[in-house]
């Protein structure tokens, strides 16, 4: 199946935000209208550094989003790109879909000189370990949050 990703156009936000839902329910977890407008206010916005992507295959349409973001950080004076948030319809997963989008980043990052992509992922998730451990190397870290 031929995938193809490209940034996401205003014409997209019903498309978008149907996924992003979905994929916040995955998440078990939801949002307040006023964060979906704004969140895609900020993502249309030139100025903001966070931006979307969408995955696109012939005779289903959209079929993923990507949502990531650049941050600044005390090692070096380069951005680096989190990958907030990636998610394919679970009809098209193993296509090659989330790895489309994943390149796409990653092509984004080299074009803006950020020498790093990285992004969290639940510890169950296995469906997308596996895609996640083909393409990245699993960093050493724990997460403490409050």
């Known amino acids: 199946m031929t995938t193809t990703v490209r940034y996401v156009t205003p014409a997209d936000e019903a498309d978008w935000r149907a996924l992003w839902k979905d994929y916040l329910a995955f998440y078990e977890t939801s949002r307040d209208e006023d964060v979906y407008a704004g969140t895609w206010k900020r993502i249309l916005d030139p100025d903001e550094g966070m931006f979307s992507m969408v995955a696109e295959t ?70 997308a370990r596996k895609l996640y451990d083909g393409v990245a190397t699993l960093a050493p870290f724990v997460k403490y949050q409050i």
Not at 83 to 94: A, K
Not at 98 to 105: L, N, S
């Open 58 to 127: 012939p005779g289903h349409g959209i079929v993923g989003i990507v949502n990531f973001l650049y941050h600044s950080h005390f090692w070096g004076p380069e951005n680096r790109i989190y990958l907030n948030d990636l998610y394919v319809r679970p009809e098209i997963r193993g296509t090659g879909a989330g790895k489309a989008m994943i390149d796409a980043v990653v092509a984004h990052a080299k074009a803006h000189d950020c020498p790093q992509v990285w992004w969290l992922t639940a510890e169950d998730n296995a469906v």
